[in-house]
């Protein structure tokens, strides 16, 4: 069983970002580096409790994406613990709870990082939701909801140790931040001195000299965002951690066969008309910085076949020579 006192330091985690981490994107993830814990979008749990087939369909995954942790979100805890049941039978490998969303729409809900400010019903929510499950329940959270101050931010974070989670990925922004400004890492490393569960950073980590700067005492890194039309970084990332070399592709037609598989996940997954209109984001991702990228953007955006997809791909390589 998948517990996270016993992962191999340091850890490597794929961010949970809406839009972009379904199955087929964990897939391309794990394809490229195996030893990432990747976790669903974010769903909701009163979604899961009243059968919405949307929620639902968030959480498959394939074998292939173990460990899998599935993240909800909510502010009702008897239905978080009903979703942990839920979520158990499924079979995923572990809980998160997401405190750590900024979007206006999910905090006027009280959802997200908005629990920041109702430290009672946070720690409520971990505590029935680890009541209800074997899983390990682990939180995502900022440093704070308007500002951040240490005395706040690690009462907070000690009271969702106290309540039962078992690991801490931490953003190095507030909630008024969203993702502006620079992630401070430094918060970060008082709440791992202050707590005996696991703790990552989050937030900024683009290079590996952002993982040499920034890792410390930490156990470990989410990435998010630096994935996006660069799936390699992870890759590299695993390697650094194993202390061997990787060499990422550098032209396009080196990248193609892995974008190929993203398109044959995407597809598999959803269908080819929902599946290639959802990676018509990623296929604009992988061609930013070639010339005349806005041109080649307009197309890709526009596919609506996986053949096609390809087609233009091929073309942008041969008119480039990347």
Request: aromatic fraction near 10%; charge should be neutral; proline fraction near 4%.
């Amino acid at each position: 069983m998948f517990r996270w006192k016993d992962q191999k330091r340091p850890m490597l985690c794929l961010a949970p970002m809406e839009g972009y981490t379904d199955s087929s994107y964990r897939q391309l993830i794990k394809a490229v580096a195996p030893q990432t814990i990747v976790y669903t979008e974010f769903t909701s749990s009163d979604g899961l409790k009243y059968g919405s087939k949307n929620s639902f369909k968030k959480i498959e995954f394939k074998q292939s994406e173990r460990p899998l942790i599935a993240q909800i979100f909510g502010k009702h805890p008897e239905n978080f613990a009903e979703c942990a049941k839920i979520l158990e039978d499924m079979g995923v490998d572990g809980i998160d709870i997401n405190m750590g969303c900024p979007s206006g729409k999910v905090v006027a809900s009280c959802h997200g990082s908005a629990l920041f400010r109702h430290p009672e019903l946070a720690q409520e929510i971990v505590y029935q939701t680890q009541k209800a499950t074997t899983l390990d329940v682990s939180v995502k959270m900022r440093l704070g909801f308007d500002c951040y101050t240490e005395e706040t931010l690690l009462a907070f974070a000690k009271g969702l140790e106290a309540a039962g989670a078992k690991h801490l990925a931490v953003h190095g922004r507030t909630t008024k931040q969203q993702y502006s400004g620079t992630a401070d890492f430094d918060p970060i490393y008082r709440v791992k001195e202050a707590l005996n569960i696991t703790v990552v950073g989050n937030g900024d980590i683009k290079t590996i000299d952002d993982i040499k700067l920034k890792l410390k005492t930490l156990d470990g890194v989410m990435i998010g965002r630096a994935t996006y039309g660069n799936p390699w970084f992870m890759a590299e990332v695993e390697a650094f951690f194993n202390g061997t070399e990787y060499t990422p592709p550098k032209t396009l037609a080196e990248k193609l066969p892995l974008i190929i598989k993203q398109c044959d996940f995407a597809c598999e997954y959803k269908g080819e008309r929902i599946g290639m209109m959802e990676m018509r984001k990623h296929l604009a991702n992988y061609i930013h910085s070639i010339p005349n990228a806005g041109k080649y953007r307009f197309e890709l955006v526009r596919v609506e076949t996986k053949q096609q997809a390809i087609d233009t791909l091929h073309r942008i390589i041969e008119e480039t020579s990347l």
